[in-house]
Nanobody, 123 residues
Framework: QVQLVESGGGLVQPGGSLRLSCKASGSIFSINVMGWYRQDPGKERELVAHIFSDGYTNQADSVKGRFTISRDNAKNTVYLQMNSLKPEDTAVYYC?????????????????WGQGTLVTVSS
């Protein structure tokens, strides 16, 4: 079984910083894309940023210049460094991965989600 475990959320003042981490564990053959999404109550889940295995990244316009996504392939871990946080960044942040898992039936492509971590930006 493959799972993603997130950490690093919390309460921060406007203008502050937080770093989220997400580690994938289990019977993993390879991970293509890892990313972060966020969801505010009453709104749809939206992409924040994602990073491919070759290092290519893509970010939402709303976070460009403030958030940086990075990845440690050896540790199957993705990070989201969030600087200059704004109240509108408040949301539950979810880690996501598109990967190839090793199962009893062989290799299988999966999309896996973490349980979410709450980020609250407030004074």
């Amino acid at each position: 079984q493959v799972q993603l475990v997130e950490s690093g959320g919390g309460l921060v003042q406007p203008g502050g910083s937080l770093r989220l981490s997400c580690k994938a564990s289990g019977s993993i053959f390879s991970i293509n894309v890892m990313g972060w999404y966020r969801q505010d109550p009453g709104k749809e889940r939206e992409l924040v940023a994602h990073i491919f295995s070759d290092g290519y990244t893509n970010q939402a316009d709303s976070v460009k210049g403030r958030f940086t996504i990075s990845r440690d392939n050896a540790k199957n871990t993705v990070y989201l460094q969030m600087n200059s946080l704004k109240p509108e960044d408040t949301a539950v942040y979810y880690c996501n991965a598109n990967l190839v898992a090793i199962t009893s039936l062989g290799k299988r492509r999966l999309e896996v989600w973490g349980q979410g971590t709450l980020v609250t930006v407030s004074s």
